[in-house]
Nanobody, 126 residues
Framework: QVQLVESGGGLVQPGGSLRLSCAAS????????IGWFRQSPGKEREGVVCSNSPRGSTYYADSVKGRFTMSRDNAANTVYLQMNSLKPEDTAVYYC???????????????????WGKGTLVTVSS
């Protein structure tokens, strides 16, 4: 069964850090474009970052550039999202996604997704 499972969300104070994980099962992440989305209450799901491949380009939304870093661990079949200098506006459910074959990494849009994770909640609050 093809599956993505996120973990690592939680409550953090403004200025703090979190690292989200996204573990794949049933397929190998190596050959897939992988992205992270987020969705806040009342807002549309937005693309945050996308990695073309382990050796390809990575694209970041302007709102997280310089603060978030996406990485891959091929041996663990897992991708990570390191989030630093977190702000209250980063509060959202974060979703990991594997893109459809042929979809562009950027702009990252929900229509381009083949496999979704169930999401992990990140709350930035004092």
């Amino acid at each position: 069964q093809v599956q993505l499972v996120e973990s690592g969300g939680g409550l953090v104070q403004p200025g703090g850090s979190l690292r989200l994980s996204c573990a794949a099962s049933g397929f190998t992440l190596d050959y897939w474009k992988i992205g992270w989305f987020r969705q806040s209450p009342g807002k549309e799901r937005e693309g945050v970052v996308c990695s073309n491949s382990p050796r390809g380009s990575t694209y970041y939304a302007d709102s997280v550039k310089g603060r978030f870093t996406m990485s891959r661990d091929n041996a663990a079949n897992t991708v990570y999202l390191q989030m630093n200098s977190l702000k209250p506006e980063d509060t959202a459910v974060y979703y990991c996604a594997a893109l459809k074959w042929g979809s562009s990494c950027w702009p990252l849009v929900p229509d381009g997704v083949d496999v979704w994770g169930k999401g992990t909640l990140v709350t930035v609050s004092s």
